[in-house]
């Protein structure tokens, strides 16, 4: 029973809040953000902006504004340096879904994750993280080339 409501759900996902695809443009074409981190608001059954991150917020601002215990969904703007000296950036989605969280939430997360990214066009890269060393800048680094 439980497995027939979840699948239901599951089809469908959360609604997006146009503040979010609007913060994602302005992050994308004009760089306002550094990062934005999403939350899914259950009663209001869709994703709402949680925070936004200053352009000269530092990679640690972006990682210390996820909780600890709670699933998220966030965005954020790497610049890097080539191996030819050019200066790019790329655009990260980043699913946040850590072990200590419920597992209510790691499901609602988990089954909105691909209708929310559809609404954000633009997204280079995606990671999937469980803990802070799965997304640490290593790893952000090696997947940016």
Known sequence: ?????????????????DDCKLRFLELKAKRT???IVFKIEEKQKQV?????????DSYED?????????CRYAVYDFDF???ENCQKSRIFFIAWSPDTSKVRSKMIYASSKDRFKRELDGIQVE?????PTEMGLDVIR???N
Do not use: W
Not at 48 to 56: A, H, R
Not at 127 to 131: E, F, I, P, R
């Open 48 to 56: 709402v902006v949680e925070k936004l991150g200053e352009p000269t």
């Open 62 to 70: 972006f990682t210390a504004s996820l909780p600890a215990d709670e």
């Open 142 to 144: 090696s997947r940016a």
């Open 33 to 35: 953000y550094r990062f």
């Open 1 to 17: 029973m439980l497995f027939m409501i979840l699948q239901a759900n599951s089809a469908s996902g959360m609604a997006v809040h």
């Open 81 to 83: 340096v080539t191996n």
């Open 127 to 131: 990671l999937q993280a469980t803990d």
